[in-house]
């Protein structure tokens, strides 16, 4: 029964609405008893779904605005005040319409991202081309997508060439354009072109469905705000029929009472707080920003320092090898080879760097390494090929008692001066060569970091394991506070904490594994999501899709602009509570007309928080 009267309560709202209305053409007609009638079963029908939901929440031992209602119109049907108890209960489940309407709008960017997930894929099985469904693909796959056709899963482009639309996961408009070796992601689209494909992430795994999962998450999680409005109506509700008591007791008025008790409800003061976290988090998903939860936009908003990593963050993330220098008389080809081949087990830039050239040079990578270990912040150690390979910063050389003679120290501080960092690679307790490495500074970077000043941060600061030649470079380019080089991953978190400790709020930037400890540390983490890996990713509080700084600066805005309207719509319902019960008090307000009003109010806040759907910084 309970459940068949909730399924159907926009039924009972609509005809309860056409009761109300033929109970006053009743009354025009001079059929008052008839009118009478109607406005009661009006009364009794709208008021059912309104007295079950109160009952509900008793069990569960909270006072809820369903329960001063119910009180309300009981009264109301005492005092034979039919029209107000018709009125007052049309307008509660008018208004309850008016709100679930207005929020699914404001999770609209969530809606149309779950609608563009793909449903199927195209696989190659035995040389035929088979249409699978989506939760058939599995890891290894060959996949064909066509122009128009949809990207299943997450994965690498092993023939063809394509523009792919991936405004889904990055919140670009323009197309990318996409070539063997670069990598796709589920739920984009190909725009024009041919691809074959190997899928590498598949279901819940693909980047596509962590994005809607996060959203889905952050959307319910609540921010301050709401925590102390949901404790303040636990409050709020006993405390305000204790005072329409004391108002009985005083004036031994009942009407006056009741009328107190409805208009007290604080329907938009609730719903103003949530209403404003959900559309702005749904207004960053559809800009590529993924914020997880409303707490994370409040802490994000009171940031004043910012803190970045280098490499894959305030640069592109794509560097180069610009120069490879052998010693002792090795083959430079032979050199790469060794050195990409014990770089397979980095995640981190340089060392794909490394093997991305060796590809480009068409040279096998063909031997595993053994032994191997990474080195976090300096390098790698492993064995290839019966030799032991040591390759990374100098601190990794001083660590490993390797030496490194004047005249290739000199050479490699000359490029690391010229922008480029300088990776040593030893064979054998040797240096074998050097590796120049540069990347360049993100096309967006300065803009987005002087938006975020004129926005309120008072500090910029780099924090890199590069070193401080090209750190210098770096930070003279964008015009940073202060920059830290040569740093370990314990280090970075070591200058985050000391910037808390000295009372700053800070959100730490980075996209590998090495930032994570510091991500995590920082009272907001934010990580690159195109090109960062999974730990940054699932560390940080807020994912930048599109590895764009201009993104960050937009999420820094939206964040100051969410919780600027949340507090407008603390202070319109909290406003429109005081005014209506002083005109209650005075008599300028009655019952229907204050539900009304308080109706209205509602829709407001909501009205308020949608203009975040819309919000550009």
Same mark, same amino acid.
Not at 120 to 141: C, H, L, R, Y
Not at 378 to 393: Q, R, Y
């Given at each position: 029964m309970i459940k068949r009267i909730n399924r159907h309560k926009n039924h009972i709202t609509a005809i309860s609405g056409i009761l109300i209305?033929?109970?006053?053409?009743?009354?025009?007609?001079?059929?008052?008893?008839?009118? +009478?009638?109607?406005?009661?079963?009006?009364?009794?029908?709208?008021?059912?779904?309104?007295?079950?939901k109160a009952w509900q929440a008793l069990r569960m031992r909270a006072f809820s605005i369903e329960l001063l209602v119910t009180i309300a119109v009981i009264g109301a049907l005492y005092l034979r005040e039919y029209t107000e108890s018709s009125v007052v209960t049309f307008l509660f489940l008018f208004g309850a319409y008016l709100e679930a309407r207005t929020l699914e709008k404001t999770r609209s960017s969530l809606k149309s991202l779950i609608e563009m997930a793909p449903q199927?894929?195209?696989?190659?099985?035995?040389?035929? $081309? &088979?249409?699978?469904?989506?939760?058939?693909? $599995?890891?290894?796959?060959r996949i064909i997508v066509?122009?128009?056709?949809? &990207?299943?899963?997450?994965?690498?482009?092993v023939s063809g060439k394509a523009t792919i639309n991936e405004a889904a996961i990055t919140g670009e408009s323009v197309p990318a354009s996409k070539k063997e070796n670069d990598r796709v992601f589920s739920g984009t689209i190909v725009d024009n072109g041919y691809i074959e494909m190997i899928a590498e992430r598949v279901g819940d795994d693909t980047t596509f469905a962590k994005i809607i999962e996060l959203v889905e998450e952050a959307q319910e999680a609540k921010s301050k705000a709401q925590r102390f409005l949901d404790k303040f109506a636990n409050i709020y509700t006993p405390a305000i029929v204790i005072m329409s008591i004391a108002v009985y007791l005083i004036t031994k008025d009942l009407h006056l009472s009741i009328t107190f008790l409805v208009i007290a409800c604080p329907g938009a003061l609730v719903i103003g707080a949530p209403v404003s976290n959900v559309a702005g988090i749904g207004n960053g998903a559809k800009n590529g920003v993924l914020i997880k939860g409303g707490d994370v936009m409040d802490r994000f908003s009171k940031v004043d320092t910012l803190v970045f990593d280098k490499t894959g963050t305030l640069t592109r993330?794509?560097?180069?090898?610009?120069?490879?220098?052998?010693?002792?008389?090795?083959?430079?080809?032979?050199?790469?080879?060794?050195?990409?081949?014990? $770089?397979?087990?980095?995640?981190h830039h340089l060392g794909q760097t490394i093997v991305k050239e060796a590809n480009l040079r068409k040279i096998s990578i063909s031997n595993e390494p053994e032994n191997s270990q990474v080195i976090k912040g300096?390098?790698?150690?492993?064995?290839?090929?019966?030799?032991?390979?040591?390759?990374?910063?100098r601190k990794l050389?001083?660590?490993?008692?390797?030496? &490194?003679?004047?005249?290739?120290?000199?050479?490699?501080?000359?490029?690391?001066?010229?922008?480029?960092?300088?990776?040593?690679?030893?064979?054998?307790?040797?240096?074998?060569? &050097?590796?120049?490495?540069?990347?360049?500074?993100?096309?967006?970077?300065?803009?987005?970091?002087?938006?975020?000043?004129?926005?309120?941060?008072?500090?910029?600061?780099?924090?890199t394991g590069d070193n401080k030649h090209t750190a210098e470079l770096v930070a003279k380019e964008l015009e !940073?506070?202060?920059?830290?080089?040569?740093?370990?991953?314990?280090?970075?978190?070591?200058?985050?904490?000391?910037?808390?400790?000295?009372?700053?709020?800070?959100?730490?930037?980075?996209?590998?594994?090495?930032?994570?400890?510091?991500?995590?540390?920082? +009272?907001?983490? !934010?990580?690159?999501?195109?090109g960062g890996t999974d730990v940054s990713m699932e560390t940080a509080d807020v994912v930048l899709m599109a590895d764009k700084l201009l993104q960050f600066s937009h999420a820094y805005s939206l964040s100051k602009a969410t919780i600027k309207n949340m507090k407008q719509n603390i202070f319109i319902a909290v406003a429109i509570v005081f005014v209506l019960l002083a005109g209650v008090l005075t008599g300028g307000v009655h019952l229907a007309s204050g539900m009304f009003i308080h109706e209205a109010s509602i829709l407001l806040v909501i009205l308020n928080a949608m203009r975040l759907i819309k919000f550009k910084a």
């Open positions: 209305v033929l109970g006053y053409i009743m009354k025009l007609a001079g059929m008052g008893n008839v009118r +009478d009638v109607l406005l009661i079963i009006a009364s009794i029908l709208a008021g059912m779904p309104i007295a079950i199927e894929a195209t696989v190659i099985k035995d040389n035929k $081309e &088979i249409n699978v469904p989506i939760d058939e693909v $599995e890891v290894g796959n066509r122009s128009g056709g949809k &990207i299943a899963v997450d994965g690498v482009i993330g794509k560097p180069e090898v610009t120069d490879i220098k052998v010693f002792n008389n090795i083959e430079e080809n032979e050199l790469l080879k060794l050195v990409a081949e014990s $770089e397979t087990i980095s995640e300096n390098g790698i150690i492993a064995a290839i090929e019966g030799k032991i390979l040591v390759v990374g910063n050389m001083d660590a490993e008692n390797i030496s &490194i003679p004047n005249e290739i120290s000199e050479y490699a501080t000359d490029r690391e001066k010229k922008g480029n960092t300088a990776i040593f690679a030893a064979v054998d307790g040797k240096i074998a060569g &050097i590796f120049s490495i540069a990347d360049q500074v993100r096309n967006d970077a300065k803009l987005a970091l002087s938006q975020m000043r004129r926005n309120g941060i008072k500090k910029i600061i780099m924090l !940073l506070d202060e920059f830290y080089a040569e740093l370990l991953p314990q280090n970075k978190v070591e200058h985050v904490k000391r910037l808390k400790d000295e009372g700053r709020t800070v959100a730490m930037a980075g996209d590998g594994i090495n930032d994570a400890p510091a991500i995590a540390t920082a +009272d907001i983490g !934010l990580a690159m999501g195109e």
